[in-house]
């Protein structure tokens, strides 16, 4: 790789390098990287574009329905979604009449927003630089990014074609991967739902169809929760690896407690030690052990970054499903709703793996080898869904833009197996290591060099260190040209 730094002209009025910033993904983080740029004024009409098929800009993945049943995970005031605004959401809440149109919100002591009314909330952030200009929105998926002429080519599904001096990253989380047995058998059966956050994706399920869901993650409950408000009644069946749900929200606010940069653990048993020490902790002192992980969730970057390559894959090998159990809680609502559901019968948990699929003309039989012991018991049902959460191991290949870029040596897997290879400063690391300095990632994508990096604080945060840069360039004396050998 050759790099060369060259100076640019300083006999006149400073004036932008960077003419346009593409951003790939109108979600939460593309959004907000969107609006953020756009309220520091130093660009012209239309030189933020955002790529994003959806309607509103905002929403995405995670908060694009209309289905009131489906809540925020989090409580409304720890959704600081605005830098230098951490309680915007809760006035807008109270502002907008959208709490008190909403009774079941409150629970525990704190509020539990919907998700459409979060996605009302970042659309009505984003609708003044919208009408302005500033960020123009093109709703097509883009298929092809590729260098031209130095610049960055963009082409979308639509016919949209454009050039960018920055790209930005910010796709989201990727579908879920059903398992391999499952595909095998089912990959064009019509009662095999791939992914149940789409659009319609549960409307075809009769109230008394038995439903057999393959995760027990939020996305399982919050499908569970769907099919209730529709009125469902049969029996739903979730199956994972250990059976663990996610646990609920505690009641009231607290601290964070726990300090687990001291000592600087290196190896994830050192981690986990820590770990134990502090739930002991609290636990004695009467207080919950969510505060835990609320100090996991504040110091998650500082710890992942301490902890070498191969310690960070042992703690996702031995430690995630645990790990994501506590600290991916669900809320009170949800809580509820399982306690009932299991009380009566109609919903159960199991642990274990898929061995055999029959699909039948009636149902589908599926045979699990149980754990601990692998006795091997069968379910029926008239519909599969897979909630496995998103399939980060396969980010790159379900997404064509992304596949090109990594046929040009220009992207890359996180070798953790965690999305798109990306430095310190969020930009792409090419094939060779080196980073592509305007090709940015992120939001979840860049979890594998991040660590924490799921919740709205941390990728506002990110978003904003990520703005900062692209102002930097922007303003550059100098500009440096790297000739790669692929």
């Known amino acids: 790789m050759l790099r060369i730094t060259l100076p640019l002209q300083n006999d006149v009025a400073p004036v932008p390098n960077i003419r346009r910033v593409a951003i790939i993904g109108g979600g939460f983080t593309g959004a907000t990287i969107a609006r953020l740029l756009a309220l520091h004024g130093q660009y012209c009409p239309h030189e933020i574009v955002v790529f994003e098929p959806r309607a509103h800009l905002g929403g995405g993945l995670a908060y694009d329905t209309d289905d009131p049943s489906l809540r925020l995970n989090v409580a409304a005031h720890r959704m600081r979604a605005v830098p230098g605004d ?6 807008w809440l109270s502002r907008s009449g959208r709490l008190e149109r909403d009774p079941g919100a409150v629970a525990n002591g704190a509020i539990y927003a919907r998700r459409a009314d979060f ?4 659309a009505g952030q984003l609708q003044p630089v919208l009408d302005s200009g500033t960020v123009r929105h093109v709703r097509e998926r883009v298929e092809r990014i590729c260098r031209r002429y130095g610049r960055w080519q963009i082409e979308a599904d639509g016919g949209a074609s454009l050039q960018a001096d920055v790209v930005v990253i910010a796709t989201g989380h990727p579908p879920p991967m059903p398992p391999g047995e499952l ?10 739902i791939r992914d149940p956050s789409r659009p319609g994706a549960l409307q075809a399920i009769g109230q008394d169809d038995k439903v057999f869901v393959v995760g027990a993650g939020l996305t399982a409950l919050d499908a569970t929760a769907a099919l209730r408000h529709r009125r469902h009644r049969a029996a739903i069946t979730l199956l994972s690896r250990t059976g663990h749900l996610p646990q609920p929200q505690a009641a009231g606010d607290f601290a964070p407690h726990g300090d687990f940069l001291i000592g600087v653990p290196n190896t994830a048993l050192s981690l986990l030690k820590q770990v134990r020490f502090a739930l002991k902790e609290v636990t004695e002192g009467g207080l919950p052990w969510q505060s835990v992980f609320e100090a996991l969730r504040h110091q998650g970057q500082a710890i992942w970054r301490t902890l070498p390559l191969d310690e960070q894959r042992r703690v996702l090998r031995h430690l995630r499903r645990r790990f994501e159990a506590h600290r991916f809680r669900m809320s009170p609502q949800i809580a509820e709703l399982v306690d009932s559901e299991r009380a009566a019968g109609r919903l159960r948990t199991c642990a274990g793996r898929i061995i055999a699929v029959r699909p039948g003309p009636a149902e589908i039989v599926i045979d699990i080898a149980v754990r601990p012991r692998g006795t091997v018991e069968r379910h029926a049902a008239q519909w599969v869904i897979v909630a496995t959460g998103p399939g980060h191991g396969n980010v790159i290949g379900s997404q064509s833009c992304l596949a090109g870029l990594e046929r040009l040596g220009l992207l890359a897997e996180d070798p953790r197996g965690l999305g798109i290879a990306s430095d310190y400063d969020s930009r792409a690391l090419a094939r060779d290591g080196y980073p592509v300095e305007d090709l940015f990632v992120a939001g979840p994508l860049a ?8 919740g709205v604080p941390e990728i506002a945060a990110q978003a904003e260190r990520i703005v900062q840069q692209i102002l930097a360039m922007s ?4 500009r440096t040209i790297t000739i790669r050998s692929m």
Do not use: I
């Open 86 to 91: 951490p309680q915007a959401f809760v006035r």
């Open 475 to 478: 303003f550059a004396t100098t």
């Open 119 to 122: 996605a009302a909330f970042m």
């Open 447 to 454: 979890r594998g060099t991040f660590g924490e990096l799921t």
């Open 183 to 192: 595909v095998c058998h089912l990959r064009d059966d019509p009662r095999f």
